[in-house]
Every structure is written in C-alpha cells, then in structure tokens.
C-alpha cells in the first residue's frame, strides 16, 4: 500500500538543538510505521540559538528534505547587542537587569515583527510551495511554531488550496505564552498578533497543543484543537539505576536545560541553603547540578550563598551525555513560569525526566498540567513558588531514603508517552 504524503513546515530541524527540534523529528521519525511519508520543509540558512549534532542520527535515513533561504534579521540584532542572542530561545532580562538596548531590541522585536523575526519567510514559502505541492499531490501539511510565522505558511497555502489538509502545531501558545506581555506591543501591533492568531485556528482543520490546558484555550478561542503532548523516545537510552556505593556517592539535585530569570524558583534555592547550613548531614553529600544554560544572574546569587561548594555547573552538553547526567542524578528540577496563565506549559524535559525513573522536583504555578502528570506517574511533586518549608520536607525524606539504599525508581503509566504512541496518536487524528 503507498505510503500518503504529508509535508511537515517546521524552522528547527537537526542540527538544531534544545527541545523544539525534537517533537517532528521523533514523529517523523515513527511516522512510516503507520503508512505516512513525512517531508521535510526547513530552512537553508536558520540562525540557531543551540546546535546538537548528535540528533542527526535520529533524522531517518531516506527521508526528502527540502530547503530555501530565509532572511532573518537576528544576525543584524545580534551585532547591536549581543544580549538579543536570547530572543532567539525566547528568553529575556527583565525589571532591572534590563539595559536601554534590551528594552529597545524588544520594542522592535514585538512591533516590527510581527508574528516574529521569521516573518520575511512566508511570502516566499508560500510560493515555492504551492508549485511543489502541485507537482509532488501532498493533500496534508503541518506547520509548527514557534515561530509561529510558520503558521502563516499554513494560512497561504490553505488559501490557495482549499482542500489541502492543515494542521497547525503549537508547541508553545502564541500570545497566550508567559513573555507576550513582556515585549512592550502598541495596540495596533497586539491587535494584529491576536487577528493573525485567530485566523490560524479558525482555518487550520487542526490545532495541536502539547498540554491539556492549551487544548482547552484554544478550543474556547475557535480551534479544532486536540492536546498531544511531547514525550520520550525509549532509544534514547534504558533505565540505569545507581546505587549508593561509597562515601564519594553525592546526593545530586541536578537541572538540565536553559534557566532563565523567569522561572526562576527562588525558594528552592533558599530551602537548599538553610538544609546545608543546618543539617551536616545533608550538607555532607549534597550537590547541585546544572547541565545547560543557566543565567549569569541566577548562578551569581547561588554562588553567593552557603551552596556555593556545592555547585558543578558543566554548561551545555549533547543531548545523548544530558540524559547520561539525568541518570547520574537523584533527583530531577523542573520549572516553569509563576503565572496562572503558564500552568498549560509542560516542558519536553519532563518526560525524559520520566523515562530515567527519578524524582522529580517541579515549580510553577498551583493545578499546573505537569503536576497532572506527576501525580499520575507517582514520578515526584510539584510545588509553587510560595511554597518553601514543604519543598524542604520533601528534600529531606527523599535525601533519608537515598542514605538508607531505600531511594526506588518505581514511576508507572509513563509508557503512554513513548514517541511512537504519541506518533501513533496524531496518525489516528490525521485519519
């Protein structure tokens, strides 16, 4: 039986690195198993904030990639500033370690850009496309944002082709993320965001979101939308479980990925402080680890407290060695930002996290869908940013059972988010 077509629009694609790359290349990469041909529409020329060859490998062997030159304004903005080499990963200074070029850079970035940089993409997407899709009979397409000027691809092509297939992946909500407030819009330029927003859920056939919540948001906003999240590949790596050898075994609280002021959980930082400073013990063993990037600010305050010996900060490392860290780890930090609004966002990271069998440690905000998942996995807790004396209780009985050998891996229900069911999930929408 022919495999049907389906041309995936996506701006992050290996050698890109950090989590966006990963939820099209794994679904590209299961998706022949259930008859679908997935091709891959990138650009020639992107402006990548991470890069990580060793995905590469999961890029399948056979499959077309096509490509054409994007235009972005990064690498001018970049040369201003180099602080705007952020914006790319969607990270920002905020309240007072923001400088007159930060503010400036993201006035521009908000209001001439709109839906974002990537913008001078579309016009010449959409016709190279419409030839190809002509000629190659593709009857489906994703496009997946951010940067969600993708999505506008998706619109063009949808006006072009009113039986085409469209479905609009969002990885991250559009103004309904944690930082759209932060980028100082007029009126008119948060009108326009919204309308252009609203045009893609009104005409793409489906929306995807990776959280219960963000479902749901788009849903009330006029979307066909369905929620699957992100997940873990099982040939990533298997279980590995440490066992306390020697009186060299640390206790590690380890943090993989970008931390940014945003999601910053400074009570989690003060309740370690005060267990170092007072419980001997605790302060014997323990370390703090951060695989990734971690902001300037963020590392400074820790280094300035009783944890600083504490500390093995190895910067960015491949995605194979992070997950390597992960399972040399007791215990696993994920967070989020404080807002309400952000309890939709579930990091990728977690269901790597989810795979190591370890426990995890979340912040964010109160009825968070992470927490959803912990509960359901037994996988470990979630916590807001008020909360201080019970993420301390919390530590200490996790740091008892490790001392006792008693520290078990005994997560359940992960299996339901092993990239080839969630694969197998999106062919059953697709149909």
């Not at 198993?33 to 529409?41: H, T, V």
């Not at 993320?177 to 009126?187: A, Q």
């Not at 309400?340 to 790597?352: D, N, Q, T, V």
């Amino acid at each position: 039986m022919e495999q049907k077509k389906i041309l995936i629009i996506t701006y992050y694609w290996p050698p890109a690195g950090g989590p966006g790359v990963q939820r099209w290349l794994k679904f590209a990469k299961y998706l022949p198993d259930f008859g679908w041909k997935p091709i891959i529409y990138t650009p020639e020329n992107p402006s990548y904030p991470l890069l990580d060859e060793t995905l590469m490998k999961d890029v399948p062997e056979n499959i077309e990639i096509v490509r054409t030159k994007i235009w972005e304004p990064y690498q001018l903005a970049e040369k201003l500033n180099k602080s705007n080499k952020k914006f790319k990963a969607g990270q920002f200074d905020v309240g007072k370690n923001q400088s007159w070029k930060s503010k400036l850079s993201i006035w521009v970035r908000g209001n001439f850009f709109i839906p974002d940089a990537r913008v001078f993409w579309v016009k010449p997407s959409v016709q190279f496309l419409e030839k190809y899709i002509k000629e190659n009979k593709i009857d489906t397409i994703v496009t997946s944002g951010p940067p969600h000027s993708l999505h506008l691809i998706g619109l063009g092509l949808k006006n072009k082709f009113s039986n085409l297939k469209w479905i609009a992946d969002f990885r991250d909500p559009w103004t309904e993320i944690s930082y759209y407030k932060h980028l100082k819009l007029t009126k008119s330029s948060d009108k326009k965001h919204r309308q252009l927003e609203s045009a893609v859920f009104k005409n793409a056939d489906i929306t995807l979101a990776t959280s219960y919540t963000d479902a749901d948001n788009f849903r009330k906003a006029g979307a066909n939308a369905f929620c699957i999240t992100n997940g873990f590949d099982e040939s990533d790596g298997s279980k590995k479980v440490k066992a306390l050898k020697n009186a060299e075994d640390k206790f590690t609280l380890s943090y993989i990925g970008v931390l940014e002021q945003l999601r910053n959980p400074k009570n989690l930082w003060k309740a370690l402080d005060e267990l170092v400073r007072d419980n001997v013990e605790f302060a014997k063993y323990f370390s703090l680890k951060f695989v990734g990037r971690i902001d300037d600010k963020i590392l400074h305050s820790i280094e300035n407290s009783n944890l600083k010996n504490h500390i093995l900060n190895l910067g960015y490392l491949s995605h194979g060695k992070a997950v390597e860290e992960m399972q040399n780890s007791e215990m696993l930090l994920i967070t989020n930002f404080p807002n309400e609004s952000s309890k939709g966002i579930i990091p990728g990271k977690i269901f790597e996290y989810l795979a190591s069998g370890k426990q995890i440690l979340s912040f964010g905000p109160d009825k968070a869908d992470v927490s959803k998942i912990l509960e359901e996995t037994s996988a470990g807790k979630h916590f807001s940013y008020h909360d201080s004396e019970t993420v301390k209780t919390f530590i200490l009985e996790k740091f008892n059972l490790w001392k006792n050998g008693n520290l078990s891996e005994n997560t359940q229900n992960i299996e339901q988010f092993a990239r080839k069911s969630l694969t197998k999930q999106l062919t059953e929408i697709l149909s």
